[in-house]
């Protein structure tokens, strides 16, 4: 019996969140849905570390779907990349979920709370399926599980703008699968097949046609959208802003960063690195919008008022970081970049919690709101200035790790590499700009009247909050495990073709 | 050895520990005053002990060494005494202990709020500044040097004004900016040439380095250590002087400035090493720099009618004292360099003391209203011209020493520009600082208020009268220290 589930872990990764959605759905006893989605998401995230070790080694773990052989059948395959991402996501949920339950009570009434832990999981669902599925029409359907779940989600929020949010957020999204699905669709007309691996095999002899150049305009693009890769990240702010706390920490932490694979994915896997950096123009084009990205996404982040924006805007800056350590197309760039998904992930969602505890007692995140928040919930901004020290890229964080290494990867590059290191530092001196704005109303200003009875956040937002917390210090003094798996994962798509 | 309770390892832990505890001690009795004030005390005490006892294993030539561990794979986070960082040490470590005194005198006589939070960063400052003393590589001096400016922002922003948020803004900004935008990518890129950052007497880049990277990672490092407060990034430290007057005392004239030009001072001698400095053409002009930065903060010192921005500016031009030496490269500079950091420190804080019990005493803070002060305040006056000597480095007072050091040095070396710079600078010295005492001791009192001006309390009286007693021991005893400022020059003292 253990030996049977062991075997079927890749399906289980996708299966337990996809089937706990309806159990959400129908046992709808106060408590209960958040229950099941709390224990589903442990039980995935213990899946997600499973396979991380199995596939460790360099191994590549093939499963066929319900026993039909790839390429005919879909495949599951797992590597040193997507298991890496899938244990980071699936992590991300666990904390999400932990913080959900006193969050989501506050924010939306009861009676809902059952549709949307069922969104939840199935946003969860759709995002590990995009990781861990070999195949290529199977990313845009798990693309659109995710992302319409999470346009649900987002339009819980309490703000009636979350609604013009989710709109936008819709239409962007869909422009974003459909490009995809076109792309795919002229890859499948050339080819035969949707397998990647298979894919890979067969590209190289239909290369040379427009068809393929298109679709891989097509998949990019696509792809660029749902990263919010500037200048298609007008989604993003809004989005994040007025959606409940809890799914702005999660959907902060992980779609994009599941959007980043995709593209990743196909440039590396499908495509392969020779064509899409030798034939097409990607490097340069890549390079020239994250750099844009950096300094726009950190210069909006400055003059915002709401801080979930500030947030938001950063976070655009920090999606051109990673995109930037891609764009070297060296080992190491590309492990910079995919370490940074990781760093950012855990700080980001640190500042998003904490951004939670304020909304949960303050009911917004608007600056004045943080006036004196230093002296009536200390501990909830204690951790808010440990991710903002991330976000700088202080040394004993996450973030100076991951600067660490993106500008080691650019000192390769010689002379490019000397502009690409100043956008680097001039963006995480804009970092100190938009955090300190923060941190200096927060401590030394006086709380308004109404405001200087506020308590601290209660524990149960407290503790995943600084669990996310102490993980931006942990992992930024014990730097090995994240240092290699990235390294790996990185050395396992370059090796690829 | 066996003499000791414990090994010197320890003891430098100990040291480090220390600090730390005191600050969650402070934090834990924050609501008792007196209990809280104790415990600095003991604390700040029981760290210069410590950090007393690895001395004899430095003259040894053995100090401690410990690694907590890498913080990046084939990086470690890891801690290493050697004279020039023990000297450094001491004298932050012993200040911290007068300076306490001083502050309890002070913040209760200005009766300060927040004074917990107060106790609690300065506690945290000292232990990085120890952090940076013994650090063992760039990486792990760089992890502190962060920490001691974040640590002492809110010490800067203390009174919550318009004003004080203003100045701790421009501090932030400016020690942050240089950091990251020089310092960092300077660290990043002598990790990328020479394969590591462990400090080694002589210098860690390999022969074939070529020069002129070498010359742009010099530039680099000199402006990236902004505590250097070398121009044009020097505004930081005048803004940084709306903190409360120990703050300035301590940190602004000795632990966050002398770690400054300590960490100039350590990448020279041990990063860059002075062969290879002498060859580097970027390091001639990094002189004058320093030689530019040392006469221009003079001038403006003479213009500034704020005694504590006076001293900044004063500040700044005795730190580019250090720089020069550094780059000067030669041994009788370096040890010039190595001893105006203790000298300087003693004469600086003397002068930040006397502005404070000025402050206390008779609420004045410019200079024009420092008229026939002498009389109400003799000591303090007194203390102010002993402080002002050592400065202007005049006996009977340490400064003396440094000087002749340094201009012995410039001398050798053939730069006389840079030795009439030296001269100059000690004229302006005179002409900013002395008069302050002349008037206050022959000046007529300005306004009839002379009747309820006394002496500031006495904590802060002691505090000055010891440090004032360090500027003339320096003088009369300068050997220990011209000892250790040795060991950096003689080939093969230190190990490492």
């Not at chain 1, 289980?12 to 998401?41: D, E, H, N, Y």
């Not at chain 2, 002070?106 to 004074?115: T, V």
């Amino acid at each position: 019996m253990m030996n049977l589930l062991l075997d079927d872990l890749p399906a289980l990764q996708v299966m337990l969140p996809l089937l706990c959605a309806p159990l959400c759905f129908i046992l709808r006893i106060k408590g209960l849905p958040w229950l099941i989605a709390f224990v589903t998401s442990i039980l995935t995230f213990a899946v997600s570390f499973m396979l991380f070790n199995q596939v460790a080694d360099g191994d590549i773990l093939s499963y066929a779907m319900g026993g039909w052989a790839p390429p005919w059948g879909i495949e599951y395959r797992v590597d040193r990349l997507n298991s890496f991402f899938m244990l980071l996501i699936s992590g991300i949920g666990v904390v999400a979920l932990l913080f959900a339950r006193k969050s989501v009570d506050s924010e939306i009434i009861a009676c809902k709370q059952s549709i949307f832990y069922s969104a939840f999981m199935l946003c969860l669902a759709g995002l590990l399926g995009i990781l861990i599925t070999g195949d290529a029409f199977n990313v845009f359907v798990f693309l659109e599980i995710s992302a319409l779940s999470s346009y649900v989600l987002i339009s819980f929020g309490q703000d009636r703008r979350a609604l013009t949010a989710t709109f936008q957020y819709l239409i962007m999204g869909t422009i974003g699968a459909t490009m995809i699905l076109i792309g795919l669709g002229f890859m499948y007309m050339m080819t035969g097949t949707l397998n990647m691996a298979d894919l890979a095999t067969r590209l190289p002899e239909v290369m040379n046609t427009n068809t393929i150049r298109t679709a891989f305009a097509f998949i990019v693009i696509g792809a660029s959208i749902k990263l919010a890769l500037f200048p298609l990240h007008i989604w993003l702010p809004n989005a994040y802003s007025y959606a409940p706390s809890v799914v702005t920490v999660f959907l902060a932490a992980t779609s994009t960063k599941v959007a980043l694979y995709v593209l990743l994915r196909f440039v590396f896997t499908v495509f392969g690195a020779e064509f899409a950096f030798g034939e097409m123009p990607l490097q340069h084009i890549l390079m020239f919008m994250a750099v844009l990205a950096v300094l726009t996404g950190s210069l909006c982040a400055v003059f915002q008022t709401n801080i979930k924006h500030v947030l938001a805007y950063s976070s655009i800056g920090q999606i051109g970081y990673m995109v930037i350590g891609v764009a070297l197309l060296t080992t190491t760039g590309l492990a910079a970049g995919i370490l940074h998904v990781f760093n950012h992930a855990i700080m980001k969602a640190c500042l998003f919690l904490a951004i939670g505890c304020v909304y949960y007692r303050h009911g917004s995140a608007r600056i004045e709101d943080f006036k004196g928040i230093g002296k009536t919930m200390p501990w909830t901004m204690a951790a808010f200035v440990i991710g903002g020290l991330g976000l700088i890229g202080m040394p004993l964080t996450v973030g100076f790790i991951s600067k660490w290494y993106l500008v080691i990867a650019a000192m390769e590059q010689g002379a490019i590499g000397a502009i690409t290191i100043s956008i680097i530092l001039i963006g995480s001196l804009l970092a100190v700009a938009y955090v300190w704005r923060i941190v200096e109303v927060a401590y030394f200003n006086e709380p308004t009247k109404e405001k200087a009875q506020i308590k601290e956040a209660p524990l149960a937002l407290l503790i995943p909050t600084w669990i996310m917390a102490l993980a931006t210090i942990y992992f930024g003094i014990k730097t090995d495990f994240s240092v290699i798996a990235a390294t790996n994962a990185a050395t396992t798509l370059m090796g690829a073709k | 050895m066996e003499m000791l309770p414990i090994s010197f390892e320890k003891a430098m832990l100990m040291s480090m520990a220390l600090p730390l505890i005191t600050a969650g001690l402070v934090k834990l009795f924050g609501n008792k005053p007196n209990l809280r004030e104790t415990i600095t005390l003991t604390g700040a005490t029981a760290t210069f002990l410590s950090v007393l006892i690895l001395l004899e294993a430095v003259l040894n030539n053995n100090g401690p060494s410990y690694t907590f561990g890498a913080l990046i794979p084939g990086l470690d986070l890891k801690l290493q005494v050697e004279p020039l960082g023990m000297l450094f040490a001491l004298i932050a470590s012993f200040l911290w202990i007068i300076t306490t005194v001083y502050a309890i005198g002070y913040m209760r006589g200005n009766k300060e709020s927040n004074q917990t939070r107060f106790f609690i960063c300065f506690a945290l400052a000292i232990c990085f500044t120890l952090g940076i003393a013994f650090a063992a590589n760039l990486l792990t001096l760089f992890v502190f040097y962060e920490l001691l400016t974040l640590s002492t922002y809110p010490l800067v922003a203390h009174a919550g004004t318009e004003k004080a948020k203003r100045g701790a803004r421009i501090y932030l900004s400016i020690l942050l900016t240089t950091s990251i935008a020089f310092f960092l990518p300077a660290i990043i890129w002598t990790y990328h040439m020479a394969g590591t950052t462990d400090f080694a007497l002589g210098g860690i880049f390999p022969a074939e380095t070529g020069h002129l990277a070498l010359g742009i990672l010099l530039i680099l490092f000199c402006f990236g250590v902004g505590k250097a407060a070398l121009m044009p990034f020097h505004r930081w430290l005048p803004s940084a002087m709306v903190a409360p007057t120990p703050v300035s005392a301590l940190l602004h004239a000795v632990a966050v400035v002398k770690a400054g030009v300590f960490t100039i001072l350590k990448i020279m001698v041990f990063v860059f090493g002075a062969d290879l400095l002498t060859e580097l053409p970027a390091r001639d002009i990094m002189l004058y720099v320093a030689g530019a930065s040392i006469l221009l903060s003079s001038l403006i010192a003479m213009a500034q009618d704020n005694l504590k921005a006076r001293l900044a500016y004063s500040t700044i031009s005795q730190l580019g004292y250090v720089t020069l030496g550094a780059l000067l490269a030669i041994d009788v500079a370096t040890i010039g360099s190595t001893m105006h950091i203790a000298m300087h420190a003693f004469g600086k804080i003397t002068l930040f003391f006397c502005a404070g019990a000025v402050y206390v005493a008779a609420k004045k803070t410019e200079i024009s209203d420092m008229r026939g002060l002498g009389k109400a305040m003799p000591f303090t006056m007194f203390a102010f011209f002993i402080g002002s000597l050592s400065i202007i480095g005049l006996p009977p007072t340490g400064g003396t020493w440094s000087k002749w050091y340094l201009m012995l040095g410039s001398l050798d070396t053939g730069h006389l520009i840079l030795m009439g710079v030296l001269m100059v600078s000690s004229l302006l010295n005179i002409a900013y600082l002395l008069p302050i005492p002349m008037r206050a001791f022959f000046g007529k009192e300005a306004e009839a208020s002379k009747a309820k001006l006394k002496e500031a309390p006495w904590p802060m009286l002691l505090a000055m009268g010891v440090t004032v007693t360090g500027c003339i021991a320096l003088f009369l005893f300068p050997q220990p220290l011209f000892e250790l400022a040795s060991m950096l020059t003689m080939e093969g003292k230190v190990n490492g």
